[in-house]
């Protein structure tokens, strides 16, 4: 069964980082893109970041580049969002998604359940 | 970017009816699309990918079509478990983007 255990949330001043871990379990860790998607309170999905199999490609929104870096450790099946100069509106919780290769195309078919992510003073 | 633009915002309906919820993206994007079902503080579901394809374990009541700028989800029968919000999400090129999302609420 593929789980997506999501931690490191919690609140933090603007300026300040926080590093999110998504722990990945049950399917072949390195053979699969993950991705970030986060939701601001009350709002829609907004996706954040995906990173390759092996790790040796990243992509990211514009809202976070430079800002944000994502990065995966097989030896351990864990995903990190290293996230700094964070700001208000990146209050929101965020979920990492495996994907699913299908027509040429990666679509998200496991969720975690969220970390909330609040940026206040 | 690719806009992606969702209608209606919300719907409400009577179980049994039938519910369809289209989307709009703002280039081609063949069949590179996805929908997502979102119950209240629950994490977004995978419901049809590559347009049309129904995901495993996902109830044959949902089906989807279109290719190119338009796509449509189908709820042939609503249940009363088919609350919630609904989103598009395209998967043709960086960045991902959603729609913003139609509310299935039920009667």
């Known amino acids: 069964e593929v789980q997506l255990l999501e931690s490191g949330g919690g609140l933090v001043q603007p300026g300040g980082s926080l590093r999110l871990s998504c722990a990945a379990s049950?399917?072949?860790?390195?053979?699969?893109?993950m991705n970030w998607v986060r939701q601001a309170p009350g709002k829609g999905l907004e996706w954040v970041s995906r990173?390759?199999?092996?790790?040796?490609?990243?992509y990211y929104a514009d809202s976070v580049k430079g800002r944000f870096t994502f990065s995966r450790d097989s030896s351990k099946n864990t995903l990190y969002l290293q996230m700094n100069s964070l700001r208000a509106e990146d209050t929101a919780v965020y979920y990492c998604?495996?994907?699913?290769?299908?027509?040429?195309?990666?679509?998200?078919?496991?969720w975690g359940q969220g970390t909330l992510v609040t940026v206040s003073s | 970017d690719i806009q992606m633009t969702q209608s209606p915002s919300s719907v409400s309906a009577s179980v049994g009816d039938r519910v369809t919820i289209t989307c709009r993206a703002s280039q081609g994007i063949s069949s590179s699309l996805a929908w997502y079902q979102q119950r209240p503080g629950k994490a977004p579901n995978l419901l049809i990918y590559a347009a049309s394809t129904l995901q495993s374990g996902v109830p044959s009541r949902f089906s989807g079509s279109g290719s190119g700028t338009d796509f449509t989800l189908t709820i042939s029968s609503l249940q009363p478990e088919d609350f919630g919000t609904y989103y598009c999400q395209q998967a043709n090129s960086f960045p991902r983007t959603f729609g913003q999302g139609t509310k299935v609420e039920i009667k």
């Open positions: 998604a495996k994907e699913i290769y299908a027509s040429v195309n990666y679509f998200f078919d496991y």
């Open positions: 990173i390759s199999g092996s790790g040796g490609s990243t």
């Open positions: 049950g399917f072949t860790f390195s053979m699969y893109g």
